[in-house]
């Protein structure tokens, strides 16, 4: 059973960054492919950057100026990189894992991963 553990979470000002991680196990093959998420209090889900299990990468329109997603292979942890964070990005954030995710030219939907962690707290202040 894949299971996803997240670190990195954390109450920043704006303007700070953080680098959120997603350790991966029970995932026997080379390359897993990664989902962002969060969830603002009061709001939906919503998708924020795919790192696919072929190296692809899609990170949402609202953030793509300053969030980027990477992987380190051989430590099988995937990473949220979050640069000049805003108050608007104060959310839980989500890793989540798909097996069979390639060519990625949009955000998947979250019914596309079947596995997630338990979420980070992110807080953002003015």
């Known amino acids: 059973q894949v299971q996803l553990v997240e670190s990195g979470g954390g109450s920043v000002e704006a303007g700070e960054s953080l680098r959120l991680s997603c350790a991966v196990s029970?995932?026997?093959?080379?390359?897993?492919?990664i989902g962002w998420f969060r969830q603002a209090p009061g709001k939906e889900r919503e998708g924020v950057a795919t790192?696919?299990?072929?190296?692809?990468?899609f990170v949402v329109a609202s953030v793509t100026d300053r969030f980027s997603v990477s992987r380190d292979i051989a430590k099988n942890i995937a990473y949220l990189e979050m640069n000049n964070l805003k108050p608007d990005d104060t959310a839980m954030y989500f890793c989540?894992?798909?097996?069979?995710?390639?060519?990625?030219?949009?955000?998947?939907?979250?019914?596309?991963?079947?596995?997630w962690g338990t979420g980070l707290p992110i807080t953002v202040s003015s």
């Open positions: 029970g995932y026997p093959y080379r390359k897993d492919c």
């Open positions: 790192i696919g299990c072929d190296d692809s990468v």
């Open positions: 989540a894992f798909s097996g069979d995710l390639n060519n990625i030219l949009n955000m998947p939907s979250g019914s596309l991963f079947r596995s």
